[in-house]
């Protein structure tokens, strides 16, 4: 069973507009949570990443929460512009080793 | 800096033959892993080296093998290629950050097996 589970599976959305991407996750213990963009055919490239105390952490246009207790992180993008279209990863690192855990992604299409 | 490099960037294998994937990382990284990636599912652990001289299998290792060659290079090798393995190859490297450890990605090869 995945242990990150990100939501929705899709979006599209029209240039300037806002919009949030979920991560609910059941790693535990965990050490970090990344978010990851990954434009088409291109390697994922990180955007954030928190740990355990961490409640928020943002990058430009971009912002991430982390909720500990409700295992929830979420993406907020601000503004959005058509080079944001592309898939959002939510991946989980454990207390430890070296295995991270991927979500499946959030596939981002901003329009004119 | 190159970051982390990949050759080839596309392949078309039959199935029965065998190929080696290259990465090389110009960041003096330790630690480094190949991923597969495929439609609807997250990015799977094939293999890692923590270190020069040490590998590791990940989640899915089946019909793979790799060599850590030096600190730089990290190769992975399909001795009998098999349709299952059609994929998506992301080679990563990383290094320690407060709070945990940040990984880079490099592009990608894009694997057929017919």
């Known amino acids: 069973k995945n242990q990150v589970e990100q939501s929705p599976q899709s979006l599209i959305i029209l240039e300037g507009k806002n919009c949030t991407l979920q991560?609910?996750?059941?790693?535990?213990?965990?050490?970090?949570l990344r978010w990851y963009k990954q434009d088409t055919g291109r390697g994922p490239v990180s955007l954030t990443i928190?740990?355990?105390?961490?409640n928020t952490k943002s990058n430009g246009r971009y912002t991430a929460t982390l909720d500990a207790d409700t295992k929830q992180s979420s993406l907020h993008i601000t503004a959005s512009q058509l080079s944001d279209s592309a898939s959002y990863i939510c991946?989980?690192?454990?207390?430890?080793?070296?295995?991270?855990?991927f979500g499946k992604g959030t596939s981002l299409l901003v329009t004119p | 800096n190159a970051g982390v490099t990949q050759t080839p960037k596309f392949q078309v294998l039959k199935t029965g033959q065998s190929m080696t994937l290259q990465c090389a990382q110009d960041?003096?990284?330790?630690?480094m892993y190949w991923y597969r990636q495929d439609p609807g599912m997250g990015l799977r652990l094939i293999y890692y080296?923590?270190?020069?001289?040490?590998?590791d299998k990940g989640e899915v290792p089946n019909g793979y093998n790799v060599s850590r060659l030096n600190k730089r290079e990290f190769s992975l090798r399909l001795e009998s290629a098999a349709p299952s393995q059609t994929s998506v190859y992301f080679c990563?490297?990383?290094?320690?950050?407060?709070?945990?450890?940040?990984?880079?990605f490099g592009p990608g090869t894009r694997l057929l097996v017919l």
């Open positions: 990563a490297s990383s290094e320690a950050i407060s709070g945990g450890w940040a990984q880079y």
């Open positions: 991560c609910n996750y059941t790693v535990s213990p965990f050490s970090n």
């Open positions: 991946v989980v690192a454990p207390g430890s080793g070296y295995a991270l855990n």
């Open positions: 080296s923590a270190s020069e001289g040490t590998t």
């Open positions: 960041m003096n990284h330790n630690s």
């Open positions: 928190m740990t355990f105390s961490e």
